[in-house]
């Protein structure tokens, strides 16, 4: 019994690697092993709603030259003396174009070039200025293929000095001055040498396998090719469901739209890239997961059926965890600033009060009493009484003291008709002033 359980259990992991090695970012099973699994999805969506399994590629993009095929072109470059040249262009419709004309008849390339593999670079009539090093690019503009050969030319006058050699990073070859030199540059592969008709070599492949069936197993669902021929398989109903867009090779989107999603309808799809021409193989794999549909109340508040709508309050929380202390440190600016306006406005009105008692003269002098000269006692002690005897005007002996006498007598005659004045009220206006 337990060599049961432990061999199921073997099993069990067993499947689980594989399924781990078959699914991920490596190059698939052996039943394609060019394919290379790009990108691996797991997605899910409610039943009766639609999705769309999305297949980018621009590498797919069909871009064929409609006139003359000049997709795949040839440079040859030489750099000597610190100097960058372009010597010769080869189109793969046998077009050539050499940028010096001196050099017309002396260098050239054959024009089987495209045909052969065959790029390699006649040099006619060695000259010590041919001396540098020299680079052939072949470049392959619809399948974003570019590649490069250097090799490094010398010349010598000495015949026995005639090589070539590896220096490590790139052949070098010693010419005689004055003889015919070959630069080698050779590519024989397929995409090089032949034309073939783009149409044909680029497919899209959408497959499916249920739950627990392996990939290689799946069932197909549907082949695009360049040329615009789509195949579909399945029931006509499958058909009708998943479709991919009429234009993909022109905007490069092979993705596969299913409607009407059911529950047998989960599953492992993947969409396969095919281009044979330029080599590329590539894979993307999705998980679909069905759920349950979507359910919407309906209410009869009126004759006709209305939806109602869920009152839905968006609270935001914030994610931060210094939240509370930054709304602390606002309230503590928000105080700390107050108090600085209540230090200033008493400083200033203190200043203010300071000047109002130096520039006040009522303050600075001292107050006002009232001074009644009734409240003075004076002593009379030492005061001795006047007694006016009254003078007899016969006791004069001549008129002119009779006179002065009548004169004083009349002055005090005026004063006692004079009012007399209040002291008081002078006195008041005297402290005033």
């Known amino acids: 019994m337990r060599q049961l359980v432990k061999l199921l259990l073997w099993h069990f992991l067993f499947l689980k690697v594989r399924f781990n090695l078959a699914y991920t970012n490596v190059p698939a099973n052996a039943i394609n092993p060019d394919s290379v699994v790009l990108a691996y999805q797991n997605m899910s969506a409610p039943a009766g709603s639609e999705v769309v399994l999305q297949c980018y590629s621009q590498r797919m993009v069909w871009t064929q030259d409609r006139l003359i095929d000049r997709q795949r072109v040839a440079h040859w470059d030489s750099f000597s003396d610190y100097k960058f040249n372009r010597i010769l262009d080869m189109f793969s419709a046998d077009e050539q174009r050499l940028y010096n004309p001196y050099d017309q008849g002396r260098i050239m390339m054959s024009p089987s070039a495209f045909s052969s593999g065959n790029f390699s670079l006649v040099i006619k009539d060695v000259r010590a200025t041919d001396r540098g090093i020299y680079s052939c690019h ?84 549907i082949d695009l090719y360049a040329s615009g021929e789509q195949r579909s398989y399945g029931s006509q109903f499958i058909r009708k469901r998943m479709n991919i867009s009429d234009t993909a090779f022109n905007d490069g989107d092979f993705s596969l739209t299913i409607s009407n999603l059911r529950l047998g309808d989960e599953g492992l799809y993947s969409c396969d890239l095919h281009h044979h021409y330029c080599g590329i193989h590539e894979r993307r794999i999705f998980t679909l997961s069905i759920t349950q549909p979507i359910k919407v109340n309906l209410t009869h508040k009126t004759p006709s059926t209305a939806v109602e709508i869920p009152n839905v309050i968006n609270v935001f929380i914030p994610d931060h965890s210094s939240h509370f202390l930054h709304q602390l440190g606002y309230v503590l600016a928000s105080l700390l600033l107050l108090a600085i306006l ?29 001074v009644n000269l009734n409240d003075f006692v004076i002593d009379t002690t030492g005061l001795r009484t006047n007694k006016n005897e009254e003078i007899k005007f016969a006791d004069y002996k001549n008129n002119i003291l009779k006179e002065k006498f009548a004169l004083s007598r009349e002055k005090v005659e005026l004063l006692r008709e004079i009012p007399p004045k209040n002291l008081d009220r002078d006195f008041e206006k005297k402290y005033w002033k």
């Open 138 to 221: 072949l470049h392959h503009h619809y399948c974003h293929l570019y590649e490069t050969v250097k090799i490094q030319l010398n010349i010598t006058k000495a015949a026995r000095k005639v090589k070539r050699f590896w220096d490590g990073e790139k052949e070098v070859v010693v010419a005689l001055l004055g003889t015919t030199v070959l630069l080698p540059c050779e590519n024989y592969s397929p995409i090089w040498t032949e034309r073939h008709h783009e149409e044909e070599q680029q497919v899209v492949h959408w497959d499916r396998s249920p739950p627990g069936v392996w990939h290689d197993q799946a069932d197909r669902l």
């Open 342 to 370: 209540i230090t200033i406005i008493a400083l200033i009105t203190r200043q203010q009060r300071r000047r109002g008692l130096q520039y006040n003269v009522k303050m600075s002098q001292p107050r006002r009493t009232e």
